[in-house]
């Protein structure tokens, strides 16, 4: 979006609400809603990639030494990456201020 | 100029429909289901309409589906009645708040329990604030006529919006008329080509229906209540076009004997075309009355209202609906709140009256209008005025 949601006027919306530029949702920082981040233990890590697979928010990316990691602005902290990681690289901490 | 024809309104507000050239037809066939999908049904499969009629499993589905192909820009045409519009109600908002041009007529009718499939208007107060344009019509030619004027006034850049045809149930879904259908030519020439100009393509992806949490949805709610008072303008303009295409002129208020009238009495649908011999009756007794009939329901037309009531001193009120428990009938309820702030204005009675299809002879509506008179002279008077309910 141009601009956020918070400044538009009712006399400025488009048609039905229609969004008009597509993919605008990647502007949408999901990461807010988080309570708790994964963190990683990467001495276990066998490089399988079933982390990204469950991954419900499609936000875990792999690292140049084939590592994987949370991108922290869509992280919501839903825990399933540290459920479904057979080696147990990572754990699930409370988010402070 | 098209040929005057014996034929039930039902069938005749299919071949109106299919005159106007529909893309998608999406419709549930079983009771309480009319002839107008039934006979539209028939002209798409003897290819004399070029639709995609799709039979859903469900009322729900139907509206669902003509939603969808409206979005991607199609001409779309659906009815209903009674029970099936209740179970449109959901998607209806949806609709008209993603601002999709979908015309659907409406056969008005009573809701269960008991079961009851005939005429009346509770179905049609149950929609009275899904967003849609709403028109309700009196006889079988008014609601050919306004079926090709709905597709102009949704589809029109100015509006964008979908509309409801009202028609009573059995009164005039089952009933046969001599009605004029026009020509194909005359229809092609008042109904211009839908052209949606936001439709969902590949090659332009817009996102229809996304989420509006608490930072947007006031705004997008006040425009479109905004948005639905500035189409009446519009609506006015296609009428007086077709006036002039066709020769027949539709108001927001209609208004019969009015001129001098100091009682008027005043409904929708067709219980008007009974309430004009009765206030040729009144007159002919010395009572000065006058036949006010709303053709023009959402966006509600409160300037023509008060004009039309003027110098009245009693207005009585007719609803074909309850409101359980509420302050009137629902349709009363909504021309006092109209008139309430005007300087002067008439005393108004409510009578609620022919629910579940029960026939309002002419008397019906003399009686009415003298026991509103009675009651507006003498005070008193229930809360909630019966006619024609067994004691």
Not at chain 2, 96 to 104: A, D, E, G, K, Y
Not at chain 2, 174 to 186: A, F, L, N, T
Not at chain 2, 380 to 386: A, D, V
Request: with cysteine.
């Amino acid at each position: 979006m141009s601009k956020n949601k918070e400044e538009y006027t009712w006399k400025e919306l488009e048609i039905g609400t229609i969004f008009t530029e597509p993919g605008n949702t990647a502007e949408y920082k999901t990461g807010d809603w988080r309570s708790q981040a994964p963190t990683y233990n990467f001495d276990r890590c066998i490089k399988c990639g079933v982390c990204q697979l469950y991954c419900p928010e499609g936000c875990i990316e792999q690292d140049e030494d084939g590592y994987f990691t949370a991108n922290l602005y869509w992280c919501k902290g839903c825990g399933i990456c540290a459920r479904e990681c057979p080696t147990g690289v990572i754990t699930m901490e409370e988010e402070t201020e | 100029m098209g040929e005057k024809v014996g034929i039930e309104a039902s069938i005749a507000i299919a071949e109106a429909a299919g005159l106007a050239n529909p893309d998608v037809i999406a419709a549930y066939p079983i009771t309480p289901q009319t002839h107008i999908v039934e006979h539209l049904a028939e002209m798409v499969a003897n290819g004399e309409v070029d639709a995609e009629y799709i039979p859903v499993e469900s009322e729900h589905s139907a509206m669902s589906a003509c939603l969808g192909a409206s979005a991607v820009g199609a001409r779309t045409f659906t009815a209903t009645a009674g029970q099936g519009l209740e179970l449109m109600h959901e998607v209806l908002y949806i609709v008209s708040s993603m601002q999709l041009p979908v015309v659907m007529a409406v056969a008005n009718r009573a809701l269960s329990a008991p079961i009851n499939v005939w005429g009346d208007h509770s179905d049609l107060m149950a929609v009275r604030d899904t967003g849609w344009i709403q028109i309700v019509v009196e006889n079988g030619q008014e609601a050919v006529d306004n079926v090709l004027c709905a597709f102009c006034i949704a589809e029109d850049h100015r509006v964008l919006l979908p509309v409801m045809i009202h028609l009573d149930g059995f009164h005039m879904t089952h009933v046969i008329e001599p009605i004029i259908i026009p020509d194909r030519e005359e229809v092609q020439k008042f109904v211009p080509p839908n052209n949606y100009p936001l439709p969902l393509d590949p090659g332009r992806p817009v996102t229809m229906g996304g989420v509006g949490p608490p930072t947007i949805y006031p705004e997008v709610k006040k425009y479109q209540d905004v948005h639905l008072r500035s189409t009446k303008g519009v609506i006015l303009e296609h009428w007086d076009r077709f006036a002039r295409a066709f020769g027949r002129q539709y108001n927001p208020v209609e208004c019969y004997r009015t001129e001098d009238a100091k009682v008027l009495i005043m409904m929708m649908g067709s219980m008007g075309e009974t309430a004009m011999n009765a206030v040729d009756n009144l007159r002919n007794e010395g009572i000065s009355a006058g036949l006010l009939k709303l053709r023009l329901w959402r966006p509600f037309p409160f300037e023509e209202l008060q004009e039309a009531v003027g110098g009245a001193d009693l207005l009585v009120v007719v609803d074909r609906a309850i409101s359980f428990g509420g302050p009137a009938g629902p349709f009363c309820s909504e021309v006092k709140s109209a008139l309430y702030n005007l300087e002067k204005r008439p005393k108004v009675t409510g009578f609620v009256a022919g629910l579940g299809g029960r026939d309002i002879p002419v008397v019906g509506f003399e009686t009415m209008v003298c026991q509103g008179m009675e009651i507006a002279e003498k005070g008193g008077g229930e809360i909630l005025e019966t006619y024609g309910v067994r004691e």
